[in-house]
């Protein structure tokens, strides 16, 4: 194997020798303008997690279906252990349908237990005004 450099010159110092071109591959790029990082390739991003879009999707459908806001709590709670565990993307939609899952279910337990006081106010109005009516009341 040959020394690609010449011994330093006693007299004149050591000499300047360029690097040699690239063996393999193509050639080099050009240097990138001062102050910016050249690019080397496209870093894919990573795949949005499947169960994130279900949640969301399912707990927005609770306006059109009225009970897709369970699906959408389970898929979000899935959703957010799978992403923690795998680094996935879609997080936030996960959490999103998480949120607007909990709300609604929120919301339908609200109105069923409004309905419920309603007839049950209702029903005890028509039996008092029945009792009272009929003479056998107080």
Same mark, same amino acid.
């Given at each position: *194997?040959?020394?690609?450099?010449?011994?330093?010159?006693?007299?004149?110092?050591?000499?300047?020798?360029?690097?040699?071109?690239?063996?393999?591959?193509?050639?080099?790029?050009?240097?990138?303008?001062?102050?910016?990082?050249?690019?080397?390739?496209? =870093?894919?991003?990573?795949?949005?997690?499947?169960?994130? =879009?279900?949640?969301?999707?399912?707990?927005?459908?609770?306006?059109?279906?009225?009970?897709?806001?369970?699906?959408?709590?389970?898929?979000?709670? *899935?959703?957010?252990?799978?992403?923690?565990?795998?680094?996935?993307?879609?997080?936030?939609?996960?959490?999103?349908?998480?949120?607007?899952?909990?709300? +609604?279910?929120?919301?339908?337990?609200?109105?069923?237990?409004?309905?419920?006081?309603? +007839?049950? +106010?209702?029903?005890? *109005?028509?039996?008092?005004?029945?009792?009272?009516?009929?003479?056998?009341?107080?």
């Amino acid at each position: *194997m040959s020394n690609q450099y010449p011994p330093p010159d006693p007299q004149n110092g050591p000499q300047y020798v360029p690097p040699p071109p690239p063996q393999y591959g193509q050639p080099a790029p050009p240097p990138a303008p001062y102050g910016y990082q050249p690019v080397y390739g496209y =870093v894919p991003a990573p795949p949005t997690n499947t169960m994130a =879009v279900v949640s969301l999707v399912s707990s927005l459908a609770t306006l059109v279906v009225g009970i897709g806001w369970i699906p959408g709590i389970i898929c979000g709670h *899935m959703a957010v252990r799978q992403i923690q565990r795998t680094g996935e993307a879609g997080e936030g939609m996960a959490r999103a349908g998480l949120i607007i899952g909990y709300v +609604f279910g929120i919301i339908t337990v609200l109105v069923i237990l409004a309905y419920i006081l309603f +007839f049950v +106010f209702i029903l005890g *109005m028509a039996g008092l005004a029945s009792t009272t009516s009929s003479g056998q009341g107080v």
